[in-house]
């Protein structure tokens, strides 16, 4: 087993934003702009939200996540899925 290798950099915030088929997604892609300058953003959609969310005015480093994600490689119980794991900073 190797040493766990420590930086000592600060890592910037992570932000996890959500959008739903509300017309209000449609400042979904200028959010992720303004918060994208100093943390690491990644993004979860619906399917509904697609109609407001203009994917190309995105910054083009944040993961966008929709529900296909899972559909698309689950298949049978015990299947791995696309999950997004949330924890608290020790």
Request: proline share 6%.
């Amino acid at each position: 087993i190797e040493p766990l290798q420590l930086s000592t950099r600060p890592r910037k915030p992570r932000i996890l934003f959500t959008a739903s088929g509300s017309v209000a997604a449609i400042n979904f892609a200028n959010l992720c702009h303004y918060f994208f300058l100093w943390g690491e953003i990644k993004a979860v959609v619906t399917a509904a939200s697609l109609h407001f969310v203009d994917r190309v005015a995105m910054p083009k480093d944040v993961v966008i996540y929709t529900d296909e994600h899972d559909r698309s490689s689950w298949r049978n119980i015990g299947d791995n899925l696309t999950c997004i794991r949330v924890e608290m900073p020790k």
